[in-house]
């Protein structure tokens, strides 16, 4: 049997550049990991079998066509045959929130067949594959610090800053990053800062929080929810929303930080978590 995590993705900074004329924008962004996420499992069996646990299975029970089995479908057309495989999710992270949950499923599962069909070598192909599957997987198949330019899937790895703490806060709204870049202004607003990861995160912007707010208001009253917490060095939005991260100095500023925005917002999902 085999266990692949599906860490969160953070956009530590995410600048959107351009509308190009395949629909998709040009973008750069710093790509960070959590240590925290959904969890694949994956076991060669007599039928084929997809089975969804965790607090957010809910939400894609009645979804037919889960990233998970398209990747599983991809890897079987692009690179070798598979087994039949019982697969079981446990979706931990919110959906459509920005945190990649979708795309770190495809990732996992893109790893899982590579490992059972003993492919791993075949890097080139493999990321080929995430990148059709969506513009975030090739980055969550990686799992690394990375700059992504171009639809974010084009990345150069950097060292990150691995054990901050972080707290990641969704208010309960799913966002669908097509309405969120749909909304955005066509303005380009420069590109990422240079320096070291910490640097490019401490100056660079997300782009799509303009947008995003004018799609889920809420997510407003997250950033400003983190902004009052004691102890942050960075708040921000992920991706295309609705999550929100807030880095800490240490630990325990950051355990304050989550019991306060659990008692003031019962309704609000949080993770206590570290970058990796
Ligand atoms: C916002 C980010 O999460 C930042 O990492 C990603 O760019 C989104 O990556 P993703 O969820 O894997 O996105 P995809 O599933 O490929 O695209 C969903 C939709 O988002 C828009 N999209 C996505 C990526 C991109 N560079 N430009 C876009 O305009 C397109 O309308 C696309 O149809
Ligand atoms: N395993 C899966 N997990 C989450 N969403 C899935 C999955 N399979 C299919 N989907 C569909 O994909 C959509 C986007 O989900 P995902 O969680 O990847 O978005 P996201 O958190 O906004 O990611 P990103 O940060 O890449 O924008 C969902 O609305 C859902 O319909």
């Known amino acids: 049997m085999i266990v692949e995590a599906a860490p969160a993705k953070l956009n530590l900074a995410l600048h959107v550049r351009r509308r190009r004329e395949d629909g998709y924008h040009d973008l ?33 029970m009645h979804e037919g066509d889960n990233l998970v089995l398209r990747a599983r479908r991809a890897f079987a057309e692009s ?22 949950g979708g795309s770190a499923d495809a ?12 492919t791993g070598a075949d890097e080139a192909r493999l990321t080929a594959v995430a990148s059709a599957l969506g513009a975030d997987v090739p980055a ?16 150069s790895a950097l060292d990150g800053f691995a054990g901050t703490p972080v707290l990641l806060v969704n208010p309960g709204v799913a966002v669908s990053t097509r309405d969120v870049f749909a909304a955005w202004d066509g303005i380009d607003r420069g590109p990422l800062p240079t320096g070291d ?12 929080a303009v947008p ?23 708040v921000r939005m992920s991706g295309s929303g609705a999550t929100c991260f807030a880095l800490f100095a240490d630990a325990a500023t950051r355990a304050a ?17 570290v970058l990796t």
């Open 212 to 234: 995003a707010k004018s799609v889920a208001p809420v997510i407003g009253e997250v950033i400003d929810a983190l902004d009052q917490l004691a102890g942050t060095t960075l």
């Open 107 to 118: 990732a996992a599962m893109l790893r899982a067949c590579a490992r059972i069909a003993r």
């Open 197 to 208: 990861a910490a640097t490019i995160a401490r100056e660079g912007r997300n782009d799509l």
């Open 257 to 273: 930080g989550a019991h306060a925005i659990g008692a003031a917002y019962p309704g609000w999902w949080y993770l206590e978590t």
């Open 79 to 100: 690179v070798a045959s598979l087994p039949p495989l019982a697969v079981t999710l446990d979706k931990r992270l919110p959906v459509a929130s920005g945190i990649g």
């Open 28 to 60: 750069e962004t710093l790509f960070a990991f959590v240590a925290d996420g959904d969890v694949l499992t994956v076991a060669l069996a007599e039928a084929e079998s997809f089975t969804l646990t965790g607090p957010f299975a809910g939400g894609l």
């Open 140 to 155: 969550c198949l990686a799992g690394v610090t990375a700059i992504g330019d171009g639809r974010g899937d084009r990345l």
